[in-house]
């Protein structure tokens, strides 16, 4: 009798792609240390993200520390030809950053972190990718007691003060008026 061996190809856990914008809000929210153990989904940032993250010098430190002590694990993008496909015709619309994720999760069916709606809810919910926000990431720290209401309006009101766009100025307004994404 033979045994048949399950193939490793079936994923245990879907992965959790974290775009620049999401990245970029923790940071200036003062909130990136926190931004690993939201949602215990493991945290990847694709090359292509981490090399525009690293282009502005206020970002790359925060990068290259958080990668090099594994807290976000920095993962090749170019490694499947259908992937680099989805890529090339997706550039032609979106950033790279969000093409990158986009074509990386389609194939690999993990999660998307991104708050550029505009960009991907569209073709998301086409392809039944999973996509978070940093509202939605910010709701869950609160839900879990990792920040208090307090300190996501602080987060918000910092966020918001450097030119970045979020939808609300409070927590409880998000919570009241939008749906909450959830993994």
Avoid: W
């Amino acid at each position: 009798m033979t045994l048949q061996i399950l193939s490793m190809a079936t994923k245990i856990e879907k992965l959790i792609l974290l775009d620049a914008d999401v990245i970029s809000h923790f940071i200036s929210g003062g909130q990136f240390a926190l931004l690993p153990s939201i949602f215990k989904n493991r945290k990847v940032l694709l090359d292509v993200v981490a090399t525009e993250l690293r282009a502005a010098r206020k970002f790359k430190t925060y990068i290259d520390n958080v990668v090099s002590t594994g807290f976000i694990k920095e993962i090749d993008f170019q490694a499947n030809r259908q992937v680099m496909i989805e890529y090339a015709k997706l550039i032609k619309t979106f950033g790279k950053g969000e093409s990158a994720c986009m074509a990386y999760c389609k194939f690999n069916k993990d999660i998307l972190a991104s708050s550029n709606l505009k960009d991907i809810t569209n073709y998301c919910d086409e392809n039944e990718i999973t996509y978070l926000t940093t509202m939605d990431f910010l709701a869950e720290a609160l839900k879990e007691n990792q920040l208090s209401e307090q300190e996501c309006n602080d987060f918000i009101r910092n966020v918001k003060a450097v030119g970045s766009k979020l939808p609300v100025n409070t927590i409880a307004e998000y919570l009241k008026n939008f749906k909450v994404r959830s993994i």
